[in-house]
């Protein structure tokens, strides 16, 4: 494999012989160019440059003396880089006092690289500036496998830019003279390969079915290409693979190689000369990418360097197309693949001299190149429209591949070399990166572009505005003396970056078929058919090259991320795998925040304390996603104040503790999720959670609210547990059961509809801890009331309801009960309810109205389900017209299903409410008269109603009545009975009384 020297700096260590004068300040306004070994030890306090200054001084950067203040506006060129600081001429080194690279100022590095031992060693390059101030308005820039460094006090990259280069073309790389030993291009890894021949080789290749091979998709925008099996090894196993892909880029060749003339009789006697092939070729090429936006793909064909081969050598792009965000030019990034089975067919493999001790290898007929080969840059493109008949054609002698193969694949990185992974290297070991270390850092239009990683250390990081940081791997340590931290235009989502696996193989092979040409025999006495049958060999020679898993686009991970402030705000999105820590008051998340295990052994499956040490106040307003637990709160450290959410948490379960929590957005809750609040309010949210909900608070408001809960609600409210109504309804649905643990003080939920639902074999329970009330509308009022439920089973399930339950679970002693507005059954349910359906003894179910007619249900489970007809809630109500002492009309809203009811007549008319005009009329007397005998008494009567408590009011006069309680009476009986009061007329008195009589709907 490729190495990476890194060369240790020496404090003093001179590599010249020359050294210039001594002096006080170093000036070049012209253009000086030294050699290796030839470039002066510039002995001076200051530096500037505002011509051209190049020195080549490989494997080490070039060093000053003395130089305490640096000013470049020209172009520096350094192979392999430059050490800005301060160097004594005793060597002691220390940071300088400033360096300033002006606008227009370009300080640049060119990579070196030699072959030590046959392998091939990269010497990085580097610029590294230590300054007590920075100032950057112009370009910084290292090689791929380079090091950017500044570390300072005062750093101020303002509009200026810092940049590592693309992985560049080795242009000795390549098979050398005379054998089958290569170097490869840098970044490119031999994965697998392999050759073959003859329908039956050593390795048991057998010949393979040609007409599978590709066929049209799509309308033949596509085609799916797959190799038949063929074997490969790689360096720890053997055996057989398909390559296969859906083409989106395919062409094709075709020549005539060989052919004789025909004279053909034409039906008249006249006589045709016509020239028939007998050797055709043709190659057809497959390349298939799964990112069509950002690759495009073309192949060229090339003539052959061996006499009389018709076949032409293959060479393939793939392209990837960018804008280099520092100089805000386009740039491509290519792989060229180059294929001579079929123009040369040498069937041997080539070994890779720079994997050692033990090699990989490459078919020899392969070669892979970072710039365009001469097969390519000087081919022509192909002339030919494949079609289903192109490399199988069913006039074909037969339908097999029996010749030759090569198989291969590569991983494609964009950095030109890693190092190995060894104990104790990490990210920040990784080449092509840029480091900034200092007290205060002003990125203000800073632009950055690294390859390996960036890693920025600020104690008080300035401004981020219009900041772009292009990098795959980043490293931030970051704080803020304002008080506020706003981490913005620091990272992507992802980089445009070629990196993955490549797989490769292409075959050659011969089949037959034949030609007719109309011909007749024709002399003086005869004239019959006699036609020409032309034989033709076919060669064929078919590429298919799959870039499925060549990635234009890697995602950018940030591995440590530390903030320190008072206030932090988070509006990128950031992917951090190894560290995070958020040291602060308060923390907002406006952006991404994903935890991951990409770090294997220092992973982030858990958001814990130890995550925001010292953060009271939490704000997601985007989206985070953590592993498996997140812990807000709810580990050492005590409750947050505040826990807001108004974006996404994905986690797999998640525990809040928060004196006030608000979530408004959504939860995706793959397990549990425990709410310990204060106050809770949920609202205009969603929360999916796949195992149980358990939410204990002291209040806790619903509005608008969503909630699932695959394995179960259970509240624990002690204050207030209420809703906004059913002008802004909330959804509660369970598939394991709801329980209320016990009764909260205060507040309803008759604007929340509970759906529960018990799949299949499943017995599911409930338990409530409402107060049993009786049948009455006081049963609803500030009792945990729900407005609707909604109850279904699947095939063989059970919904069992209960009062509240111990930890073993048995009912707890006393009477309980569960109010519901809206009963709601669907058809599983209200075929036959009590199949389906247990109510425990301990617990009654009170509801308004319901689905089903409420006389059918009103006293199932030995009276444990009960209709309260009296009660007209906010869905149970209806509004109806009544007649009121005989002629005034007036609205009063009444109970739903007592106003539909068929057996039940309120008004005591005989007609049942259902066929009533007027069901709900006022009292009718029957007597109403002044008694004489024996003593002075009123005596009134009328016809009551079934089942309807009376009350009579009286007053001693109109203007204004003052109506008085004079006595309750019931009808306790199943029909209509007429019911009787008298009252007492005091001896003497002259005084008029009125009496009135009254009931309730």
């Known amino acids: ?406 198989g291969y694949s590569a991983y494609i990185d964009y950095l030109t070399v890693r190092p190995p992974i060894v104990a104790g290297m990490g990210p920040l070991d990784q080449p092509g990166r840029i480091e900034i270390i200092g007290n205060e850092v002003d990125l203000t239009k800073a632009r950055f572009r690294g390859m390996g990683i960036i890693s920025i250390d600020a104690k008080n990081l300035v401004s981020t505005s219009n900041t772009v940081v292009d990098a795959p791997n980043l490293l931030y340590n970051l704080g803020s003396s304002s008080g506020l931290l706003t981490v913005q235009n620091l990272a992507k989502a992802g980089v445009i970056r070629m990196a993955g696996n490549i797989e490769m193989w292409s075959g050659l092979w011969t089949n037959q078929m034949a030609t007719i040409y109309t011909n007749y025999y024709i002399d003086d006495t005869t004239n019959y058919y006699n036609p020409i049958t032309n034989p033709v060999d076919v060669g064929i020679h078919v590429v298919i090259l799959s870039a499925d898993f060549l990635d234009s686009t890697q995602r950018v991970v940030v591995h440590d991320f530390v903030a320190k402030s008072k206030q932090i705000v988070v509006n990128d999105p950031i992917t951090v795998s190894r560290k995070l820590i958020l040291n602060g008051e308060a923390f907002t998340l406006n952006g991404t925040l994903t935890l991951t295990n990409l770090d294997t052994t220092n992973g982030l499956p858990n958001w814990v304390r130890t995550n925001m040490p010292g953060v009271k106040f939490f704000t997601n307003n985007g989206t985070l996603t953590v592993p498996n637990v997140g812990y807000f709160g709810s580990d050492s450290g005590g409750a947050l104040q505040t826990f807001v959410n108004t974006g996404t948490l994905n986690t797999f379960s998640a525990n809040v503790a928060a004196s006030s929590y608000a979530n408004s957005g959504t939860l995706n809750i793959d397990n549990r999720l425990t709410l310990e609040l204060g106050a809770g309010r949920l609202e205009g949210g969603r929360d999916v959670i796949r195992g149980s909900l358990h939410i204990k608070a002291n209040d806790l408001k619903l509005r608008n609210h969503s909630i699932r809960a695959d394995e179960g609600l259970f509240l624990d409210v002690t204050d207030n547990l209420s809703d906004a109504g059913v002008g802004s309804p909330s959804t509660v649905s369970v598939s394991d059961g709801f329980h209320l643990l016990a009764k909260p003080a205060t507040g309803d939920l008759l604007g929340t509809t509970f759906q529960t639902t018990a799949s299949k074999f499943a017995s599911v329970l409930h338990t409530w801890a409402g107060k049993d009330l009786g049948p009455t509308a006081a049963g609803f009022k500030d009792n945990a009331a729900i407005g609707r439920l909604v109850l279904d089973v699947y095939s063989g399930g059970e919904l069992r309801f209960s009062g509240p339950v111990d930890w073993l679970g048995n009912p707890r002693p006393g009477k309980y009960a569960l109010y519901v507005d809206y009963l709601q059954l669907q058809p599983a349910v209200e075929a036959d309810p009590e199949s389906v359906m247990y109510v425990y003894p301990g617990l009654t179910i009170y509801f308004g109205t319901s689905n089903v007619p409420a006389e059918e249900l009103d006293g199932m489970f030995d009276g444990r389900l009960r209709w309260v007809k009296s009660y007209s809630g906010p869905t149970s109500g209806t509004p109806v017209a009544s007649r009121q002492n005989g002629f005034e009309i007036k609205t009063i809203v009444v109970n739903a299903a007592l106003l539909d009811s068929t057996t039940i007549d309120s008004d005591g008319d005989g007609v049942a409410n259902a066929y009533d005009t007027w069901p709900f009329d006022g009292v009718t007397l029957r007597t109403a008269e002044v008694l004489g005998h024996p003593a002075n008494q009123v005596r009134i009567s009328w016809d009551a109603a079934a089942e309807t408590v009376y009350r009579v009011e009286k007053t001693v006069g109109l203007t204004p009545a003052n109506w008085t309680a004079h006595s309750v009476v019931t009808n306790s009986a199943a029909s209509v009975q007429v019911l009787t009061i008298t009252d007492a007329i005091p001896a003497g008195s002259n005084q008029r009384s009125f009496y009135r009589v009254r009931y309730d709907p």
């Open 1 to 406: 494999m490729k190495h990476l020297t890194l060369w240790a700096l020496v404090a003093g260590m001179a590599w010249t012989t020359q050294v210039a004068r001594a002096a006080d300040i170093f000036i070049n306004e012209g253009e000086l160019n030294y050699a290796y070994g030839e470039a002066p030890q510039i002995d001076a306090l200051a530096f500037y440059n505002a011509g051209t200054f190049t020195v080549w001084s490989a494997p080490l950067p070039y060093d000053f003396t003395r130089v305490m203040n640096y000013t470049n506006r020209g172009t520096m060129t350094g192979g392999v880089g430059f050490t800005f600081d301060n160097v004594t001429r005793e060597g002691v080194r220390g940071p300088a006092a400033t360096f300033v690279n002006q606008r227009g100022g370009v300080i640049r590095t060119v990579e070196r690289f030699s072959f030590i031992a046959s392998n091939t060693v990269y010497y990085p390059t580097y610029i590294t500036v230590s300054a007590s101030k920075i100032v950057n308005e112009g370009t910084l820039s290292v090689e791929n496998s380079g090091i950017l460094r500044l570390e300072g006090n005062k750093i101020d990259l303002t509009r200026g830019g810092l940049s590592v280069g693309s992985v560049q073309p080795d242009f000795g790389a390549g098979y050398i003279p005379g054998g089958y030993d290569f170097r490869p291009e840098p970044g490119v890894y031999d994965l697998w390969w392999g050759v073959g021949s003859g329908p039956t080789n050593a390795s048991g290749w057998p010949g393979q079915d040609s007409s599978s091979i590709a066929r049209p998709l799509g309308g033949g925008t596509s085609w799916q290409a797959v190799s038949p099996s063929h074997f490969v090894s790689d360096n720890n196993a053997s055996g057989f693979v398909r390559v296969g892909t859906i083409a989106t880029y395919f062409t094709g060749l075709t020549n005539v190689t060989g052919g004789i003339g025909l004279t053909i009789t034409n039906v008249d006697g006249t006589t045709t000369n016509i020239f028939a092939p007998t050797n055709i070729i043709r190659q057809a090429v497959f390349v298939g990418v799964s990112d069509t936006n950002n690759f495009a793909a073309r192949a060229r064909f090339f003539p052959s360097t061996v006499p009389d081969v018709a076949h032409a050598t293959v060479a393939i792009e793939l392209r990837l197309s960018n804008t280099n965000v520092v100089t805000a030019t386009g740039e491509t990034n290519a792989i060229y693949f180059v294929d001579r089975l079929a123009s040369e067919t040498n069937l041997a493999f080539g070994t890779n001299i720079d994997i050692t001790p033990v090699p990989t290898l490459r078919p020899y007929p392969y070669e892979v190149w970072r710039s365009p080969p001469p097969e390519f840059r000087f081919g022509f493109n192909g002339n030919a429209l494949i079609t289903t008949n192109f490399v199988y054609d069913r006039g074909f002698s037969n339908r097999f591949v029996t010749n030759l193969y090569a």
